[in-house]
């Protein structure tokens, strides 16, 4: 499963668009790429999916560039209640099994 | 919009009491996992299971840990003999395929004492 690296912590406000920035960098050609949210003593929740180029649904879009070997999840006018911790996750999910490895993700913050 | 459902939402055991947490998946998913969060840990893999077996499983999930689903609804985690570092979240999760995102229920938060 690829590594990935992405930011520990992001600040924002109300109302700005905020972009997280992934790295990974040993992507392999099967490899989806997934980001989940978790709020504090929840589960993790399912945001997007994607596998290149751009996705975009009704809570976010997410940016693959050709080489695949980052991505950035766009977040659109962030409100209070997005104060979250995303995690990034690159796997070939359709295999048996399917786990999901997470790391430390990104704790965003967004202030009034 | 459907969800997993866990129960308890807290459990307090003492150190070498067993214990099963419970989770009722979404009804047409067909793939089924439990994962772990100590505090302020990362969210760490245990088991996943397919087809009335376990598909995978991490080397935290030794002879303490068992699932099952006994009735077609339910999905279970035993863990025998609770450790003190057993304390966690423990979250179940369901999948209908590979390539679909996993629903994660709210989670059992299990302090051993």
């Known amino acids: 499963l690829a590594k990935t690296t992405q930011p520990i912590s992001m600040d924002s406000y109300e109302g700005q668009e905020v972009n997280i920035t992934c790295s990974h960098n040993n992507i392999a050609t099967n490899d989806y790429i997934t980001w989940y949210q978790q709020f504090p003593s929840q589960g993790p929740r399912f945001i997007i999916q994607?596998?290149?180029t751009k996705v975009t649904n009704e809570v976010a879009s997410l940016f693959i560039p050709a080489d695949r070997k980052s991505s950035t999840l766009s977040l659109p006018r962030v409100s209070l209640s997005d104060t979250a911790v995303y995690y990034c996750l690159v796997g070939a999910i359709y295999n048996q099994g399917g786990k999901l490895i997470f790391g430390q993700g990104t704790e965003l913050s967004v202030k009034p | 919009e459907p969800e997993v459902t866990q129960t308890p939402s807290h459990q307090v055991t003492q150190m070498g009491q067993e214990v099963i947490l419970r989770c009722v998946p979404i009804?047409?998913?067909?793939?089924f996992y439990w994962y772990r969060q100590i505090l302020g840990q990362k969210v760490e893999f245990l088991v996943s299971f397919y087809n009335n077996e376990i598909s995978e499983k991490s080397e935290i999930f030794d002879d303490q840990f068992s699932v099952e689903r006994p009735d077609g609804s339910n999905f279970t985690l035993k863990i025998r003999s609770t450790k003190l570092e057993d304390s966690a979240m423990y979250f179940c999760a369901s999948s209908f395929g590979q390539t679909n995102g996993y629903t994660f229920g709210s989670g059992t938060r299990l302090t051993v004492v």
């Open positions: 009804s047409n998913h067909l793939y």
């Open positions: 994607g596998y290149k």
